[in-house]
């Protein structure tokens, strides 16, 4: 068993164990190729939530800054996160992304780029469109509902695959697409609350 199952099995149970996790659609995600599972920040402990809630490993992006501490940066690597710059475009973190794409996995995104202080949905950056229209892969939206509070119900839901085709045969541009994905995000807090 590698680090990563290990990881999920014990933050699982933490997990569990102080918030009393509900998790909605899981059956939405596909069991093979590529997928980009695109969900609401509201915590930092969103992407072990994601991580442990979904049937499928899953690969996020993470601030460069987290990696500059060796251990840190180690460990986050063996949990299969990568690199990004933000605040400018990573054409290497972009190509990572899109590789593991390519090889049929999993990735993990955050469209608004940065946590919600107010628990409410923001506006999304460019950055998941980008994936979304220049892969093949199927766009999972996702919504937590929290808060992260201790013995309070914690939802996780994940929503049915955004109809991509259409987006990408009126060549929508990665903005379009990342607000059409959005928009299904916010569809599924609102239906969810």
Not at 84 to 108: E, F, H, P, S, Y
Request: with cysteine.
């Amino acid at each position: 068993m590698n680090l990563y199952y290990i990881g999920k099995l014990l933050v699982g149970i933490y997990l569990r164990i102080i918030y009393r996790i509900q998790v909605v659609g899981k059956e939405h995600v596909p069991k093979s190729g590529p997928v980009i599972i695109c969900s609401n920040h509201i915590s930092n402990w969103d992407p072990p939530l994601v991580g442990v809630t979904c049937p499928r490993p899953i690969h996020f992006m993470a601030k460069e800054e987290l990696f500059r501490n060796r251990f840190i940066g180690g460990l986050l690597k063996r949990l299969q996160a990568f690199p990004i710059k933000r605040g400018m475009k990573d054409r290497n973190a972009l190509r990572q992304g899109l590789d593991i794409l390519k090889d049929g996995k999993t990735l993990g995104l955050f469209p608004e780029g940065t946590r919600s202080k107010t628990g409410e949905i923001g506006e999304g950056l460019a950055g998941a469109g980008f994936f979304a229209s220049r892969s093949s892969a199927t766009v999972i939206p996702c919504a937590i509902i929290g808060p992260y509070e201790k013995l309070k119900p914690l939802r996780v839901i994940y929503g049915k695959p955004i109809a991509m085709q259409e987006l990408r045969d009126k060549k929508a541009n990665a903005q379009e697409v990342t607000d059409a994905i959005m928009g299904d995000i916010k569809k599924l807090l609102d239906q969810h609350k």
